[in-house]
């Protein structure tokens, strides 16, 4: 599974969570991809939810379409998040191989 499918998972279940609706702000998540991947990474992954029908974006909020369960918690969601945002940071500033 790419980077950008696993990290719109973790999106969806920190919004399942949070009983399908939050400021986007108040998503750790998507903060975390804006800060280290940049803004237009973070809002490519929304778009791709919005296209597919998992959630609707009004204004500044999130909400789920398609209801979920999820077996994670908030910790495990965020650690997850931070282990691959990390890496595909990371692959980003690597210089390339000669």
């Known amino acids: ?48 939810l919005v296209s597919s029908g998992y959630i609707v974006i009004k204004g500044d909020r999130a909400e789920l379409i398609r209801r979920f369960k999820t077996n994670k918690n908030h910790s495990q969601i965020y650690r997850g998040a931070r282990e691959i945002i990390i890496n595909a940071y990371l692959s980003t500033q690597r210089p390339p191989n000669k």
């Not at 790419?2 to 903060?31: F, H, I, M, T, W």
């Not at 803004?39 to 791709?48: C, E, H, V, W």
Request: charged fraction near 30%; hydrophobic fraction near 45%; glycine fraction near 4%.
């Open 1 to 48: 599974m790419s980077p950008e499918a696993r990290l719109a998972l973790l999106l969806l279940e920190e919004l399942e969570l949070r009983n399908g609706k939050a400021k986007l702000k108040y998503l750790k998540v998507y903060r975390m991809m804006t800060y280290w991947l940049g803004p237009s990474y973070a809002k490519a992954i929304l778009d791709r």
